[in-house]
Nanobody, 126 residues
Framework: QVQLVESGGGLVQAGGSLRLSCAAP????????MAWFRQAPGKAREFVAA????????NYAAPVKGRFTISRDNAKNTVDLQMNSLKPEDTSVYYC???????????????????WGQGTQVTVSS
């Protein structure tokens, strides 16, 4: 079983920034893609961003492209999501996610995900 522990959520005004972090202790971290998803009340969980195991490849959902940046530190087994120019519509619970398939270059959908973090709330006020 892989444990994913998120931190860094909170309340911020529109236009502000937050940085989320996810730790995955005890895993062969660098061989797996990692991703962030989000889920707003009454909506389906949606893809936000993903990064390949070596950090070379990234993928972003259209609504966050240019504002969010995903990065990872394989020495520390962490993956971060830097969120800038936040908008009220970014308000959601954000989840760290990981696949069990080490052959997957970059996570793209919920179907790719085996392990989920507990989620961290991000609230953007207008």
């Amino acid at each position: 079983q892989v444990q994913l522990v998120e931190s860094g959520g909170g309340l911020v005004q529109a236009g502000g920034s937050l940085r989320l972090s996810c730790a995955a202790p005890g895993r062969t971290f660098s061989t797996y893609s990692m991703a962030w998803f989000r889920q707003a009340p009454g909506k389906a969980r949606e893809f936000v961003a993903a990064i390949s195991g070596n950090g070379v490849y990234t993928n972003y959902a259209a609504p966050v492209k240019g504002r969010f940046t995903i990065s990872r530190d394989n020495a520390k087994n962490t993956v971060d999501l830097q969120m800038n120019s936040l908008k009220p519509e970014d308000t959601s619970v954000y989840y760290c996610a990981a696949p069990s398939n080490r052959g997957l270059l970059v996570v793209r959908t919920t179907r790719d995900v085996t392990y989920w973090g507990q989620g961290t709330q991000v609230t953007v006020s207008s």
